[in-house]
């Protein structure tokens, strides 16, 4: 089974960061991804862009709404994600407690719906 595991991240815990300490985070990023791609999981992974960048689209009585931010007012942002192959949610829990965003956020994980 699949299952995304969804980088939620608290800006004001990265905020804080040193420049030293926010590059030793982006360095175990980069290290938990290398280690699920070595250990044969992963499936997918893309950082995404800040969410001050997002432009969200909505559609209300055929009126196109475009807005400059994200989504909704929230303490934590969509960071990135993984899409890793797993045989149940308990491995793909114990993947994802190594995910440096676990300590700055959230790792949402969710099994992925199989189409076709």
């Not at 440096?100 to 956020?105: D, E, F, K, R, W």
Request: hydrophobic share 45%; proline share 5%; with cysteine.
């Amino acid at each position: 089974m699949r299952y995304m595991l969804m980088s939620n991240i608290d800006p004001r815990l990265m905020g804080a960061l040193s420049p030293e300490e926010f590059q030793a985070t982006m360095d175990r990023f980069v290290a938990f991804t290398r280690a699920l791609a070595e250990s044969g999981v992963l499936r997918a992974a893309e950082q995404l862009q800040p969410a001050d960048t997002a432009t969200t689209v909505r559609l209300r009585d055929g009126d196109l709404l475009l807005t400059d931010g994200p989504y909704a007012e929230v303490s934590e942002y969509f960071g990135g994600f993984w899409i890793i192959e797993a045989p149940d949610l308990d491995t793909a829990l114990k993947h994802s407690q190594d995910c440096p965003a676990a300590t700055l956020g959230s790792v949402e994980v969710r099994s992925l719906v199989e189409l076709g």
